[in-house]
DNA sequence: TCGTTAACTTGACGACGTCAACCTGAGGGG
DNA sequence: CCCCTCAGGTTGACGTCGTCAAGTTAACGA
């Protein structure tokens, strides 16, 4: 912890560059919030000086943007472990899973997602993340479950799911439902839904009696002919 | 500005309170970022010694409060202004103002909603405009075009819409469509049919190809039924 | 007029991000 | 073997932040 690094051979020095990261990862998981990941603590966990930092680190936006790097990297491998079977099934599993590890790692999950975003583009590791999403869209676009342009249903569906975590995260003290699980399940098929409903929907609508009369009709339509899967979005 | 305040006269030194506040969303609403909305700044734009804002507000995180507050007031005006009509299309016009609020106040919206939430209840102005959202939802339940509980379904669409503006505000490098009026009907669509659907919905689905028909279906028989509303939620 | 006290200021402390300048010791050339 | 070089660090400082204890000023009642 505090003890002091042994110097890095010639040519190691890079070595250094992943003992930080490493410190700011525990710094944010072990103290539970953003506020203890300062410059002067991770260069103290890593057993070096603070300027040290700024030999691997423009600055500390820098550093906290290679944090955040590592989290779309596990959300990447979140999704290609979920994906395979029915498409449907599967974006709903990679929703779900999405989902459980915002909620497991809410101060990674609330520094990746709701810090001002300083850089200009979309980086590599977020990137790669968002086309598994997508592709978990085309599979359903395929089958015909979905339909439109798949990056915009992808954005949606993403906006869906991270507006229930982000709010359950940000604002806890609303009167959320106890249990987790289902509420997950509520929102996952919600987002699934609306998306798949969405393109199908005429411009106009019939007043709210009507409609009630006519989701109910598809309702029971639907569950006659339902089979017995996982339920899922 | 810079022009040093006139001592407020015996009993209204409350008079500065006011006058804090208003220098605090200046700063916010010129700056467009929250890193500008530091004590002493907030301080000087009052005319004022940096400790005199300690005489109003416990420490920082109590102004920040203090402005958040303010936020949710107007959030809940915004609410109380789109109700009455038709439940459902009222609920879809709260969705759009409150999408329309965020996007036109990215950074009050991000200090409202992204910040970690110190106080442990939801505050009163918050509680009032979280009520305005359950009451609108109530009326779409009572014409049965929703079901289930409202203050469960509120937070579902609550989230849907606070998941889209949030991402494309903290978010914005992603690859967004451009007109952002279509995206506000996608995602307000999206979430109501989605909240309409969920309590209807089987535990199990057929597959993608066979709900892909099912969905086809509901879509055009609501169409034959569709009358010439404005197209909403 | 004067004392009281509400309303504010002064000056300082420690922690923060950041930088210029300095040090140090591992590894290669003689 | 020694000694030179420069990658791999450290020292000390600057300005800014939130915050506080102590001091100052002026509006009002007696």
């Not at 040519?11 to 710094?27: D, F, P, S, T, V």
């Not at 106009?204 to 598809?218: I, K, M, N, V």
């Amino acid at each position: 912890m505090t003890t002091r690094r042994v110097r890095a051979r010639r040519g190691e020095g890079a070595l250094l560059r992943e003992e930080i990261l490493r410190a700011a990862e525990e710094l944010l998981a072990e103290s539970g919030t953003e506020d203890a990941l300062t410059v002067r603590a991770v260069a103290l966990r890593a057993g070096v000086s603070t300027p040290s930092v700024y030999l691997h680190f423009a600055d500390k936006e820098a550093l906290v943007e290679a944090v955040c790097m590592r989290v779309w990297g596990e959300l990447g491998r979140l999704f290609t472990e979920n994906l395979g079977g029915d498409p449907f099934l599967a974006l709903g599993k990679c929703a779900r899973a999405y989902a459980r590890f915002a909620l497991d790692h809410p101060v990674q999950y609330r520094v990746l997602m709701m810090r001002p975003s300083a850089a200009p583009g979309v980086p590599p590791a977020a990137a790669e993340a968002f086309r598994h999403m997508v592709d978990a869209v085309s599979a359903c676009v395929r089958t015909r479950v979905l339909e439109g342009d798949p990056e915009e249903l992808a954005l949606g569906l993403w906006s869906a799911v991270h507006g229930y975590v982000s709010l359950l995260i940000a604002q806890p003290a609303f009167p959320w439902p106890r249990d987790r699980e289902a509420l997950l399940d509520h929102v996952v098929r919600q987002a699934g839904f609306g998306a798949a409903m969405y393109s199908r929907l005429p411009r106009g609508l019939p007043p709210s009696t009507e409609l009630a009369a006519c989701l109910d009709d598809f309702g029971t339509r639907l569950a006659a002919r339902g089979g017995g899967e996982h339920p899922s979005a």
